[in-house]
């Protein structure tokens, strides 16, 4: 089970990585092709603020990185439940509020994370 934990949630920060590249260095190229709903027109216009989204991201990725190598495994899981659970909410916001497929490619992968770090989680 911790393995799976921790192959979960590694890959839940390259998913967080792709997403810092797509919104800081391919916003008007990929993510055009990546966010469809959102009008052509803007993605000039609102590069600053894809990369400033994009490196809150990076950090996601960042946090999820640092329980992975953290050596205590309680703390390793309380700080991998704190990162997930930062995606989670910000991947349920997008899914309302950007687009539903966001639900599929951040949230879940997320929550299933967390399920197999809750399994995997040392007794106290």
Known sequence: MHLIAQLLTGLVALIHLYILYLEMFAWTTKGKKTFKSF????????????????LYNGFLAAGLIWSLIIC????SCYVAYFFQGCVMVAGLYGAITVQRSILYVQTMPAGFAMLFTFLSQPSA
């Open 39 to 54: 009008p052509k027109h803007l993605f000039e216009e609102t590069k600053g603020l894809a990369a400033n989204q994009g």
């Open 72 to 75: 205590d495994a309680t703390w």
